[in-house]
């Protein structure tokens, strides 16, 4: 069974920063790509970061030059940093591993930007 959690989320000011963690559990293969998604209220979710397993990365153009995911293989967990922080980041932010065909998601941490 895997299980991803993730941690890290909460309340920031405008500007700030937060970085967000997302461990997995049971059988995790090294071949495998990992992403971070949100959802704001009333909106789709959306993909916000990948990487694969070969180390590429890639973000969706409103985060660029802003947010870095990257992971720790002997953790098996994969972070989001997020720097410089504005009210439209608020979302519920989603860990999500693909592996073997399969997909997990975690149970997603709250951001909420605001002064």
């Known amino acids: 069974q895997v299980q991803l959690v993730e941690s890290g989320g909460g309340l920031v000011q405008p500007g700030g920063s937060l970085r967000l963690s997302c461990a997995a559990s049971?059988?995790?293969?090294?071949?495998?790509?990992m992403a971070w998604y949100r959802q704001a209220p009333g909106k789709q979710r959306e993909l916000v970061a990948a990487?694969?397993?070969?180390?590429?990365?890639s973000y969706v153009d409103s985060v660029k030059g802003r947010f870095t995911i990257s992971r720790d293989n002997a953790k098996n967990t994969v972070y989001l940093q997020m720097n410089s922080l504005k009210p439209e980041d608020t979302a519920v932010y989603y860990c999500?591993?693909?592996?073997?065909?399969?997909?997990?998601w975690g149970q997603g941490t709250q951001v909420t930007v605001s002064s």
């Open positions: 999500k591993l693909a592996m073997y065909g399969s997909i997990y």
């Open positions: 049971g059988r995790i293969a090294s071949n495998n790509a």
């Open positions: 990487l694969t397993s070969g180390g590429s990365t």
